[in-house]
T-cell receptor, first 112, second 115 residues
């Protein structure tokens, strides 16, 4: 069982480009989440999905969009990347919204 | 809004000794969950321990235990018999019980273990 996988591991991106970060889980968890981690700020929630077909905004949603077409996948899209989106991005999942969240290995994104 | 504060940016401990990492939080809720996550250099976020606010008994997981003081809104992590593999960033996190979408994280404490 792989748990949660994220791709790519790292990426350097020119400002203004579109980018999709991929997240896949094989645990059949209903809830999935995207966080960004910036130095000194811990992790902050970008978007979440309580179950397939639904999504919601977290603490820092601007500039990002998500979709949840099925249980396993939860891609995060930056429509037009800006340097302030340089960060490490973590995908997480939990069986339901009431359970502990488990994290993927993260994607380091640099926007120049 | 809930906030989580970790006042120690860095801590160090001698191998085999005990260290305590501090965490305070601010909330008006009475029912919630608290967590400690470990982030080693590999970047993976690993759950260390979890505490339900309605439980008075402090959670324990092997060498890791917490001191949960609900009235003081304090949630410290004690690591006993520290090992070199304990060296990592440690994050305290909070989640409301009935609106479980968002984990609110503290800024982290970097723990160094000296051989």
């Amino acid at each position: 069982i792989a748990g949660i996988t994220q791709a790519p591991t790292s990426q350097i991106l020119a400002a203004g480009r579109r980018m999709t970060l991929r997240c896949t889980q094989d645990m059949r968890h209903n809830a999935m989440y995207w966080y960004r981690q910036d130095l000194g700020l811990g992790l902050r929630l970008i978007h979440y999905s309580n179950t397939a077909g639904t999504t919601g905004k977290g603490e820092v949603p601007d500039g990002y969009s998500v979709s949840r077409a099925n249980t396993d996948d939860f891609p995060l899209t930056l429509a037009s990347a800006v340097p302030s989106q340089t960060s490490v991005y973590f995908c997480a999942s939990s069986p339901t919204t009431q359970n502990t969240q488990y994290f993927g290995p993260g994607t380091r994104l640099t926007v120049l | 809004a809930q906030t989580v504060t970790q006042s120690q940016p860095e801590m160090s401990v001698q191998e085999a000794e005990t260290v305590t990492l501090s965490c305070t939080y601010d909330t008006s809720e009475s029912d919630y969950y608290l967590f400690w996550y470990k982030q080693p250099p590999s970047r993976q976020m690993i759950l260390v321990i979890r505490q339900e606010a309605y439980k008075q008994q402090n959670a324990t997981e092997n060498r890791f235990s917490v001191n949960f003081q609900k009235a003081a809104k304090s949630f410290s992590l004690k690591i006993s018999d520290s090992q070199l593999g304990d060296a990592a960033m440690y994050f305290c996190a909070y989640r409301r019980a009935n609106a479980g979408n968002m984990l609110t994280f503290g800024g982290g404490t970097r723990l160094m273990v000296k051989p």
